[in-house]
């Protein structure tokens, strides 16, 4: 069965934001982040409330950016890597639109986009705004140990971004547009190894990317970029190994 | 903006299974439970374990009863209560179908259901599983505190199912049909008790059903039945007040 959906109308992304921590500001990115912040608690208690802030940051940016009012989006579909998702789900209690809720790790964006795409496609929405954050200092408490604890990252380990993005996915306008999406299959090689991300994730990310081309019929080369979610170094390479 | 999705095509649910702890089968709709265990461990170790087992029972008994072979299924659309929804991914990893996580507590399974008849409807897709679980010990120890702890229950404290629900939702074929969704916001009247479920969450229950009739333009004598997520005794209380 064919895991690859074609857009008929290609939903265009007509608005985008991002916010991101001084050591992602700093990175070789760093000059595409819109919002760069000096204190990655954003004056905020918590690393999840400063997360929570980022992400309604840059849905209400990518709104903005847009051309749109808020009452002219249907829907937002977020996702985060805390439990319950609760960086959306805080986030998005300030705005007054529908919500679909989404969990897929460092896939997460993309399913959103997936989602929204397909909504807008078919002719059920006109515009769905699309979102993720996570924060280094929420990630480690959520999936190792609390910084707290000081504990020793090992080499392998991988420094989860403290940002937040949002796009604004709109039926018609101007904009890149979104002309199709392969959805992943979970492959698992049976990495446990917390701090080994990057090998977890590479087979999957490798496999979605081969069925992506088989289906589609295109050769990497037609691509001006292909992107995955952050594998790391050494992911990176797992991942060129296997492709 | 609109909330609610109208099918043009209306999927329809080809297959549908269901497994429930002893609890449960004892209940009020215990006999439209297909599995009915003696023990909720299921064999396993762990409460997480079971659950993921009962999730795995569930999806695969519903591509059975649906007539088709996991195949034809385009996608598993998924989720439930814990961290990382691992009681979906690791079900889903036996499967080689494409997977999309969702997470919206108690609408899981609405969502799941929502965002799978829309890939239907317009075409993407053919077959999709939309399946969602929850266990009463894991809900508790997420939640709340684990059962070891020997925590009292206080009065308003609900009961979390121990169960897996699927279904096999299809462009053709004899069943229910899919005919709208209306997809909810977050309301959140500030109620911070985890042992009051049913009321943090009837004011957007109430929001939902409100918008999808006025959408609609039904009568609520237009229904059979109108079914939300479990609000329990007090939260179907406050539910029926707001309406």
């Not at 140990?145 to 993005?165: D, H, I, K, M, N």
């Not at 979104?178 to 990495?191: L, M, R």
């Not at 994730?201 to 589609?216: F, G, I, Q, R």
């Amino acid at each position: 069965m064919l895991r690859t959906i074609f857009f008929k109308n290609k939903p265009v992304i007509v608005g985008t934001s991002s916010i991101s921590g001084p050591k992602e500001a700093k990175g070789s990115i760093g000059s595409y982040i819109k919002m760069k912040l000096d204190d990655d608690m954003f004056g905020e208690d918590t690393f999840e409330q400063a997360e929570t802030k980022m992400l309604f940051y840059a849905i209400k940016d990518a709104i903005k950016e847009s051309g749109r009012d808020e009452e002219q989006i249907n829907a937002i579909i977020a996702g985060d890597l805390l439990n319950q998702i609760i960086a959306s789900t805080f986030s998005v209690r300030n705005f007054q639109t529908g919500y679909l809720g989404v969990y897929s790790a460092c896939a997460t964006f993309t399913e959103s986009l997936t989602i929204g795409a397909t909504m807008l496609d078919g002719g059920y929405m006109e515009n769905v705004v699309c979102a993720t954050s996570s924060h280094f200092s929420s990630a480690e408490r959520q999936y190792r140990y609390p910084l707290e604890l000081g504990c020793t990252r090992p080499p392998l380990s991988q420094w989860t971004v403290t940002g937040a993005g949002a796009c604004v996915l709109s039926k018609n306008g101007k904009g890149p547009k979104v002309v199709c999406a392969t959805i992943g299959k979970i492959v698992d090689f049976g990495v446990a190894d917390a701090n080994n991300m990057g090998a977890a994730m590479a087979p999957a990310a490798a496999d979605t990317l081969l069925t992506h081309l088989k289906e589609t019929g295109c050769e990497p080369n037609y691509y001006d970029l292909i992107v995955t979610g952050d594998l790391g170094t050494f992911g990176s390479r797992i991942f060129k190994d296997l492709i």
